[in-house]
């Protein structure tokens, strides 16, 4: 080995975790030789006189002193303004530790909706009167809160129990916070007990291996296979588990609690909310006080961005829930669930009349009775007892009409990820992708064979496939996959696209790129690059992005379609399309913001909808990168088209936009004073609103927003916009 290989490896050599190091040589060496990104790359000729190996020698002892550059860590996150951790009854034997935020937690599409959040965390009483079991431990920003709150209910030295229902990164400081505590003089003979899943317990041994020695007074309790696990508390009182990973937590499970009839669903039937900002009654109950209204579309915009993607794994895991208020296999429709009910209501009273305690006993389903819950108890938002039954059945309503859109079309989305960053842009162009009516199959590189990936790509009508730069290259899971993809024949004709996050350079998502342009394959969008964690313009290219990719499959489909049909009146509009087309509505230019993130659309169906308090309604199409922007509580700015600006203004905003692209970039545009949102210069009235509420009607969303202020530019008549027929805008 030369003299700058030992120097390269020695350098890597002392690398430290997460890091990759590469050594610099200085600017006034006489010569330096080519290397990876982060070197100095300067060639001279070596001095005459002097042998090629003598001259490299001595560059390599010049080297010796040159300064390291270490490939960045990732920037310290802020720090997040919380609102403290309280306790709240649930049963008489369950509490609830929750910490509030009320300001946005991330930026990751699941917290778009920017209600804050909610972290829970639950102690139980563990037979002996005592609470002595914690289920799940909150995010890092709530750590000191979280044990002050904890101290107070119960000395972290009497816990018996400690269940993590799902752990990441962000949690690991609060438990190394626990485990310090909860440690502290605690005899080997009476060691904590941590109940975790597989995948869970190797994540926790590696983030927390500077604590873990042979003499710690921990035991794992490891929960296992397909069924139902006992998990034993005491020799009287067990909780039951049971594992519902999916791609993005494969490490995911649920916990009943035989007793009081509560399911600790983990981030199943989560919400990002903070309770006390929907009404003051609910900042103090752990229930989900106001029912329905108050949280119907958190649970929803929770489910479409997390669990959508991965609808299958939802639905095998709503399956698996012993204890919901949902009918299950054996009772398919809600009329054969109550007829069951009635049946054994029925028997068993007539038992009981009879003197028969035993045989009434006997005579009620079980089937039926393990369908009862007292509460679901989430990671996120609040405790769900008034919306129980509802949520259930629209939980399975959900699933079920994913795992219908997979039957029509495919499209896998495939990734790895060493930080969590990667996955978050995943998350938002499967959100795209879902909007825009696809069916998703979600793939964590990390997790699946490569036979499993190969058998994807074969049933794909698309794909993409994102990763991390670690060390200047693609992790192995991501080589191995791309090379499947590469030998696979039929995926040349799918649309794909490449994305990924870094901390230096990003050579993985140009090697992705390059290598898939080699072979041939057609890109539906432009590769996407994000430094450390994404933003909210980045979450919002790569929404679009996921919308363009289902545009090419889309048209994909429909080419095979008609290859499959000679007959036009497949395509043809009917005679109700066509007099709906007669519909007209004023031209408006419709604009939000998200901090940095600016969205616009041009928009005709839009309407007044009510006098007091002054309000309009506006018809936005589902695929639409705007839709996330107008999210109750948001708001946006309408701009009046005049008949003199509409040719103009129409030519600038119907043309294609790449992701990202400034959709305004034609248009003379300013900030409103009111909203912060883009209003058109020209335009004859301007109305900043406040979106109030939303309504689901098909492919669309129907948005109703309360007019905060109005200003009338001019007297010039609105361009109405006509259209022949009523199937397409």
């Known amino acids: 080995m030369t003299p700058l290989r030992q120097l390269r490896a020695q350098g890597q050599a002392q690398c430290p975790a997460r890091a990759q190091t590469y050594v610099v040589l200085p600017r006034n060496l006489p010569h330096c030789t080519n290397r990876q990104s982060g070197s100095v790359v300067q060639r001279t000729q070596a001095p005459q006189n002097v042998s090629i190996r003598q001259?490299?020698?001595?560059?390599?002892?010049?080297?010796?002193?040159?300064?390291?550059?270490?490939?960045?860590?990732?920037?310290?996150?802020?720090?997040?303004?919380?609102?403290?951790?309280?306790?709240l009854p649930v049963t008489k034997n369950i509490k609830c530790l929750r910490g509030v935020c009320n300001e946005r937690l991330k930026y990751e599409v699941e917290y778009s909706l920017k209600k804050g959040t909610s972290e829970n965390s639950y102690l139980l009483k563990g037979g002996n009167g005592k609470f002595t079991v914690l289920v799940d431990v909150p995010f890092k920003a709530f750590a000191e809160d979280f044990m002050s709150a904890l101290s107070q209910e119960v000395a972290p030295t009497d816990l018996s129990h400690v269940i993590i229902t799902h752990v990441g990164p962000n949690r690991i400081p609060t438990l190394k916070l626990l485990l310090e505590a909860a440690l502290a003089g605690r005899p080997a003979e009476r060691p904590l007990k941590i109940v975790v899943s597989n995948p869970a317990q190797a994540a926790l041994q590696k983030g927390?291996?500077?604590?873990?020695?042979?003499?710690?007074?921990?035991?794992?309790?490891?929960?296992?296979?397909?069924?139902?696990?006992?998990?034993?508390?005491?020799?009287?009182?067990?909780?039951?588990?049971?594992?519902?990973?999916?791609?993005?937590?494969?490490?995911?499970?649920?916990?009943?609690?035989?007793?009081?009839?509560?399911?600790?669903?983990?981030?199943?039937?989560?919400?990002h909310v903070a309770p006390g900002l929907l009404n003051s009654k609910a900042g103090t109950s752990a229930f989900d006080s106001g029912g329905w209204e108050a949280y119907g579309d958190h649970w929803r915009y929770f489910f479409d961005c997390m669990l959508a993607p991965m609808a299958p794994q939802a639905q095998s895991a709503l399956d698996r829930l012993p204890a919901t208020a949902t009918p299950r296999a054996s009772l398919d429709t809600p009329n054969q669930f109550f007829n069951a009910l009635l049946t054994s209501w029925g028997a068993m009273v007539g038992e009981i009349t009879r003197g028969s305690k035993a045989a009434a006993k006997a005579s009620w389903q079980p089937q039926v009775a393990s369908m009862f819950a007292y509460a679901l108890a989430p990671q996120h938002g609040p405790v769900i007892r008034t919306s129980l039954s509802r949520l259930v059945v629209e939980y399975r309503k959900w699933t079920e009409e994913q795992v219908a859109a997979l039957s029509r079309s495919n499209v896998v989305v495939m990734y790895a990820s060493a930080y969590g960053n990667t996955a978050a842009l995943a998350q938002a162009i499967s959100r795209g992708l879902t909007k825009s009516g696809m069916g998703v199959s979600t793939v964590n590189l990390e997790l699946i064979p490569l036979d499993e990936v190969v058998a994807a790509i074969k049933d794909a009508d698309g794909f993409t496939i994102g990763s991390p730069t670690l060390g200047g290259h693609m992790p192995t899971p991501v080589q191995l996959a791309l090379g499947s993809i590469l030998r696979e024949s039929k995926a040349r004709e799918l649309p794909c696209g490449v994305f990924g996050s870094f901390g230096w350079s990003g050579e993985a998502v140009d090697e992705m790129e390059a290598k898939?342009?080699?072979?041939?394959?057609?890109?539906?969008?432009?590769?996407?690059?994000?430094?450390?964690?994404?933003t909210a313009t980045d979450l919002s290219v790569c929404e679009q992005s996921g919308r363009d990719l289902a545009i090419q499959v889309k048209r994909k489909l429909k080419n095979r379609e008609k290859g499959?049909?000679?007959?036009?009146?497949?395509?043809?509009?009917?005679?109700?399309?066509?007099?709906?087309?007669?519909?007209?509505?004023?031209?408006?230019?419709?604009?939000?913001?998200?901090?940095?993130?600016?969205?616009a659309m041009l928009a005709s169906w839009v309407s007044q909808a009510s006098f007091d308090p002054p309000g309009i309604t506006i018809a936005v199409k589902k695929d639409r990168g705007m839709e996330t922007m107008l999210q109750p509580g948001n708001t946006f700015a309408v701009s009046m088209v005049p008949e003199r600006l509409e040719k103009p203004i129409m030519k600038a905003m119907t043309q294609p936009f790449e992701p990202g692209a400034d959709r305004l970039a034609k248009v003379a545009h300013k900030d409103s004073e009111v909203s912060g949102c883009p209003i058109i210069e020209g335009a004859n009235a301007v109305l900043d609103c406040s979106v109030v509420s939303r309504m689901e009607a098909g492919d669309h969303w129907i948005v109703y927003?309360?007019?905060?202020?109005?200003?009338?530019?001019?007297?010039?008549l609105t361009a109405v916009h006509h259209r022949k027929v009523g199937n397409h805008y």
């Not at 001259?55 to 270490?70: C, M, Q």
């Not at 067990?238 to 600790?264: E, I, N, Q």
């Not at 898939?516 to 994404?534: T, W």
């Not at 927003?705 to 010039?716: D, I, P, Y």
Request: charged fraction near 20%; glycine fraction near 6%.
């Open 208 to 271: 927390l291996a500077d604590m873990l020695t042979d003499t710690c007074p921990i035991e794992w309790v490891k929960v296992k296979g397909a069924g139902e696990a006992s998990i034993p508390i005491t020799e009287a009182y067990s909780l039951t588990a049971m594992l519902t990973p999916t791609p993005r937590w494969p490490d995911h499970m649920c916990v009943v609690d035989p007793v009081s009839k509560v399911v600790f669903s983990g981030k199943l039937f989560s919400a």
């Open 516 to 534: 898939l342009k080699d072979g041939g394959y057609g890109f539906a969008f432009k590769p996407i690059k994000v430094k450390f964690k994404p």
């Open 705 to 716: 927003g309360k007019v905060e202020a109005g200003k009338l530019n001019s007297e010039e």
């Open 55 to 87: 001259h490299v020698r001595s560059v390599a002892a010049a080297a010796v002193e040159a300064p390291v550059a270490v490939a960045p860590e990732m920037p310290p996150e802020p720090k997040v303004p919380t609102e403290g951790v309280v306790c």
């Open 564 to 599: 499959s049909t000679s007959s036009m009146a497949a395509v043809a509009a009917n005679n109700s399309q066509l007099a709906m087309g007669r519909v007209v509505g004023s031209l408006c230019v419709v604009t939000s913001r998200d901090e940095e993130a600016v969205s």
